[in-house]
């Protein structure tokens, strides 16, 4: 069973820019929940979707946006890049209705400069 | 507002001790607790959860955490630590009150001394 993979890896961006994260959830889960780790914190939550449909969001200005693809996997954008959004971005998946039961992929190293 | 406490940001722990990592939480609603672990430039493996039922949790990798609804606590256990355990370890809360997010506290880094 393939787990929740995350592309790219590492990701050098230049303050203003825009860039795309990819994930693909693990067979069978259908959502698909995103966090942003800066250095030395917790994941922060970003937003979660469900049937291609945004389910719930965090703390995060509307310049983080979300996609979610009929083969749950997903994508997050993020415009105007800032310094701050350095960051660990993890995707994390779930079984239908165990929206809690959160399984994490390896995450995208985000570099602003 | 939700919020999750790990008082501890660094323990340092000799091999084939025994280990208690801590969990605070503050939530207005009946708690879904996790404990996730992750190494250095990784990202986070679950290793338990509680939801209902015995509040005294089996985990991978012999961990188990035991929930204190009084004490609004969830702490982390193992009886005897490995090398190979030093890791950041996160503590994580949701709640069907609040929607499907997982709030975590700022983790626990581990260091295991031979």
């Known amino acids: 069973e393939t787990g929740v993979t995350q592309s790219p890896t590492h990701l050098i961006k230049t303050r203003g820019q825009q860039v795309t994260l990819r994930c693909s959830s693990q067979?069978?889960?259908?959502?698909v929940s995103w966090y942003q780790q800066a250095l030395g914190q917790g994941p922060q939550f970003i937003f979660q979707?469900?049937?291609?449909?945004?389910?719930g969001r965090g703390n995060f200005p509307p310049r983080f946006s979300g996609l979610q693809f009929p083969n749950y996997s997903s994508e997050l954008n993020v415009n105007a890049l800032e310094l701050d959004d350095s960051a660990l971005y993890l995707c994390?998946?779930?079984?239908?209705?165990?929206?809690?039961?959160?399984?994490f992929g390896p995450g995208t190293r985000l570099t602003v400069t | 507002a939700q919020s999750v406490t790990q008082p501890d940001i660094h323990i340092t722990v000799s091999e084939g001790a025994s280990l208690e990592l801590r969990c605070n939480y503050s939530?207005?609603?009946?708690?879904?607790l996790f404990w996730y672990v992750q190494s250095p430039g990784q990202g986070l493996q679950l290793l338990l959860k509680?939801?209902?039922?015995?509040?005294l949790v089996q985990g991978i990798k012999g961990f188990e955490a035991e929930f204190k609804r009084s004490q609004s606590s969830f702490n982390l256990r193992k009886p005897s630590v490995h090398w190979s355990d030093a890791a950041e370890y996160f503590c994580?809360?949701?709640?069907?009150?609040?929607?499907?997010?997982?709030?975590f506290g700022a983790g626990t880094i581990l260091r295991v001394k031979s």
């Open positions: 994390a998946s779930s079984l239908p209705g165990q929206g809690y039961e959160q399984y």
């Open positions: 067979s069978g889960h259908n959502t």
């Open positions: 979707y469900y049937r291609e449909e945004e389910n």
């Open positions: 939530y207005g609603a009946t708690p879904y």
């Open positions: 509680y939801f209902s039922g015995d509040t």
């Open positions: 994580a809360v949701g709640a069907r009150e609040y929607g499907n997010k997982l709030v």
